[in-house]
């Protein structure tokens, strides 16, 4: 089988796993892409209640040089930071009706604006997000330790062909 160019569109994707071994691990991989991340990017966090989502949404603040406490903006669906290199948007959409909900928090200006946006719970709006995407999921396995989580960065790509 040739794995060439194929017409159509096509999605491809690179994964990185790392391992948490307790909240300081989690906090400075958050850390660590907030101080790499670039204007217009989208990173979706996923993962159940209590692994660790708010605490990577707070490494990642700092890493934009946001000196402000972060707490998941749960009742108001976003919260912008705009004291960092860039602005920051962070969404919680756990309790999310539609999409429409999200048009009226200001999504599209968001995620198509020169900030960065970071999306709790994304799986609830899959159908909104943009392809292009980096989506971090954050797993717990109580065989490795009640602290260790297992947290996987996906690049989502589009590409067209």
């Known amino acids: 089988m040739q794995h060439g160019h194929t017409a159509g569109c096509r999605r491809t994707e690179q994964r990185k796993i790392v391992h948490s071994y307790g909240p300081e691990d989690t906090y400075r991989l958050g ?14 966090l996923t993962g159940d209640l209590g ?15 946001i000196a402000e406490p972060v707490s998941s903006p749960t009742f108001t669906i976003l919260q912008i930071y705009d004291t960092g290199r860039l602005p920051f948007y962070h969404f919680d959409v756990y309790r999310i009706g539609d999409a429409e909900e999200m048009e009226e928090a ?8 020169q900030g960065v ?4 719970w994304a799986e609830l709006i899959q159908e909104i997000l943009p392809e292009k995407r980096i989506q971090i999921t954050i797993e717990k396995d109580p065989e490795k330790g009640f602290d260790y989580r297992r947290i996987t960065i996906a690049f989502k790509e589009a590409e067209s062909g």
């Open 31 to 44: 850390k660590e892409l907030g101080e790499t991340c670039s204007p217009g990017q989208v990173y979706t």
């Open 51 to 65: 692994v660790g989502k708010t605490l990577f949404a707070q490494g990642f603040a700092a890493g934009l040089g």
């Open 117 to 120: 946006c970071l999306v709790e």
């Open 106 to 113: 200001g999504w599209e200006d968001a995620v198509y604006g």
